[in-house]
């Protein structure tokens, strides 16, 4: 079986994103429980034994359904870290373009909340390898802000995922369902004010 980059099974790519896109629809609109594989293939116009061709069952289209939305989360990190400006203001914007969206879905999009919160409980592999991707995209901008003498000489094969773990009430879906941050300008800018000095690392033991 062919893997891609974060540990799903790759498929031929146009009946399956068909079938995931059709699956992120019902999900939004009905939610992930009250969805069934009949109402998906109803949708597509085919049979279930077709959608279960490419997908073993809904609880497997909910991870594809998760691991789209992930995908589209590395995609703007990798995007703005392009961008031509400083390293920290592209951090902060990626960042607080995160938690724009996240604190969207929690007011207007309960289906998705849903979903994402499920997700995040049961698809620990997508998320921690979303996390190393995101982590190596944010090692490369705070490369670049040393380059330009913007941040301070810095160990960066454990401090761009510390530094997404310091912002994790940013990012994270049940932190802010729970404990709702409205202003992280504060926290961006303590963390990325942080990079301008040495920050020495304790030795893994």
């Known amino acids: 079986m ?25 999900f939004r609109q009905r939610g992930f429980d009250k969805t069934t594989v ?3 293939a109803k949708g597509l116009g085919m049979s279930p034994a077709n959608v279960y061709r490419f997908f073993h069952s809904k609880e ?3 991870r594809a359904v998760f691991g789209r939305t992930l995908d589209s989360g590395y995609s703007r990190a990798l995007s703005i870290s ?6 920290a203001s ?7 373009l995160q938690h724009a969206m996240s604190i969207n879905v929690i007011a207007y999009h309960r289906t998705v909340h849903e979903l994402i919160l499920l997700s995040f409980n049961r698809d620990r592999d997508l998320v921690d390898g979303h996390i190393a991707r995101v982590s190596d995209v ?22 761009p995922t510390i530094f997404i773990m310091a912002a994790i009430k940013i990012w994270h879906p049940l932190l802010l369902s ?22 020495p690392l304790a030795p893994l033991k």
Request: glycine share 4%.
């Open 2 to 26: 062919v893997i891609d980059g974060i540990g799903r099974p790759k498929r031929p790519r146009a009946n399956a994103e068909m079938i995931i896109e059709a699956s992120e629809h019902h």
């Open 38 to 40: 009949a109402d998906i």
């Open 60 to 62: 497997e289209l909910r």
């Open 82 to 87: 392009k961008l031509p400006t400083s390293a």
């Open 90 to 96: 592209r951090i902060k914007r990626f960042l607080k």
């Open 138 to 159: 944010l090692a490369s901008v705070i490369a670049d802000g040393i380059d330009r003498g913007e941040f301070a000489p810095q160990d960066l094969s454990r401090l």
């Open 178 to 199: 729970t404990c709702r941050n409205d202003r992280p300008d504060e926290l961006l800018d303590i963390l990325c004010n942080a990079l301008k000095q040495p920050i």
